[in-house]
């Protein structure tokens, strides 16, 4: 198939690792995992992407999440457009900032003040800062396999059993900037009560992702999400949503919203810029004028609030401010999985599913939590992932990433897509 001769593609790859390590400027974009080279994207359109060569894909991964609205979106695209002509960053307040954090607050009440930065790792850093400049603590507490980017303290690996302080997962994090980390498995409520028995008065924060979908897509348990609102209350720790993909997307108010929890803070990312380098952390009043220049935490950025993002953030959220869209999505998620349900039945695979993010696992037993993932046949995946992608289907290159229904995976597209996956399986 053409599909599968890149040779554009093939080219530019070699001459990016003459000058960029590995080719990327993000590790999983190479492909290694699933057994490929990169391929070189010329344009998106909708739920479509082209590379280089000229052959379209279906993206199932819409750039890891952002795309909510489909690539290229018209009233977003206008938008980012009219900024860039009144010129593109000037380190001054603009309005656009305060009408976006308007409009992120109405979809988080919970997020009474917040902060711009042009990351999510730049996101959960800072609220982390906060937090614990705001308590006087310095214990982080996190979970396996949930992923809040790529800050020295929060790379730490699956610890070895409950409350062990644990090695960085990463070369280059000196053991002593991650002493304060602890990580506790993900949908244990035992284990998360017990430490905080013991320990909860010593606990900066405790982050999570709400619903985790950097180990795939794997749900919270009702009474475990429950469980991070009560220890923390009542140890007064601060808990943190990292819902830096969660958010808008689950939800117009993300997983707090769904899920009906209120964390003291929220971090989000990824959709808010529409697709340009945005990213938000904010909380309550109370905690947040521990930052500068009100208090005496500090966190700043050249770039932060940027005119661009900020349009492109404001007209994202103003579509989406439509419980419409939301119910569209649901039913078209619902739809698809169903009958994707139905095509991996009987044949060793896991659907994990929430909303319009999902994972197929290549094992046959429930996956609750960073063990259950590693189950999962990583060379099936690695063959599925080259079946899908020679019928012109990008799913997330990695077992350890969700996929992403937007609104421009019509039913048509996603006709397509189970086709390709009843032939790829
Ligand atoms: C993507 C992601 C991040 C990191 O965001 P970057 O913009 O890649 O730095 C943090 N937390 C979660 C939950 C994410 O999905």
């Given amino acids: 198939m053409g599909i599968n001769n890149r040779p554009l593609s093939q080219a530019a790859y070699e001459r990016a690792c003459q000058v ?9 974009r190479a492909l290694r995992s699933v057994g490929t080279t990169p391929i070189i994207v010329d344009n998106a359109q909708g739920a479509y992407f082209t590379d280089i060569d000229g052959n379209k894909f279906i993206d199932f991964c819409m750039s890891w999440g952002v795309f909510i609205l489909g690539h290229r979106n018209p009233e977003v695209t206008t938008a980012a457009i009219q900024a860039v002509l009144k ?12 009408i976006l954090a308007e409009k992120v607050r109405q979809a988080f009440p919970s997020m009474e003040r917040l902060r711009f930065v042009n990351s999510g790792t730049e996101a959960t850093m800072s609220a982390i800062r906060v937090a614990r400049g705001y308590t006087g603590r310095d214990i982080l507490v996190k979970f396996e396999g949930n992923y809040h980017g790529h800050a020295d303290h929060l790379l730490v690996a699956a610890g070895s059993g409950v409350a062990n302080i644990s090695n960085a997962s990463s070369a280059g994090v000196p053991a002593d900037f991650v002493k304060h980390t602890v990580v506790l498995p993900y949908n244990d409520t035992q284990a998360l009560r017990d430490y905080f028995d013991k320990n909860g008065d010593k606990v900066a924060a405790l982050i999570l992702e709400p619903v985790a979908c950097n180990m795939g897509v794997v749900n919270p348990d009702e009474d475990f999400l429950k469980a991070t609102r009560e220890v923390t209350a009542q140890h007064g720790a601060v808990l943190i949503f990292d819902e830096v993909i969660t958010g808008f997307r689950l939800a117009f108010g993300g997983a707090q919203q769904r899920f009906g929890i209120k964390p003291d803070m929220t971090t989000v990312g990824k959709i808010v810029g529409g697709g340009y380098p945005a990213a938000a952390f904010g909380g309550k009043a109370e905690i947040m004028k521990c930052l500068a220049p009100d208090g005496p935490v500090y966190q700043a950025g050249t770039l932060s609030g940027n005119p661009v993002a900020m349009a492109a953030g404001i007209a994202t959220l103003n579509i989406l401010d439509n419980p419409q869209i939301y119910a569209d999505l649901e039913r078209r998620s619902d739809n698809f999985i169903a009958r994707l349900q139905k095509i991996i039945d009987g044949k060793g695979i896991q659907l994990n599913r929430c909303g319009t993010m999902f994972t ?3 094992n046959d037993l429930p ?3 960073f063990q259950d993932t590693k189950r999962s046949d990583q060379e099936r995946f690695a063959r599925y992932f080259r079946n899908m992608l020679s019928r ?5 290159p990695s077992q350890f990433e969700g ?3 937007s609104v421009c995976h019509t039913d048509e597209v996603l006709e397509k897509v ?3 996956v009843e032939e790829s399986i």
């Fill in 20 to 28: 960029i390590p590995g080719g990327v400027n993000s590790p999983v």
């Fill in 418 to 420: 189970l086709r390709a």
């Fill in 392 to 396: 012109g289907i990008y799913v997330s």
């Fill in 360 to 362: 197929l696992f290549f």
């Fill in 367 to 369: 996956v609750r939590n």
């Fill in 87 to 98: 010129g593109s960053s000037f380190g001054i307040p603009t309005e656009a900032e305060t």
């Fill in 403 to 405: 996929n992403f229904i």
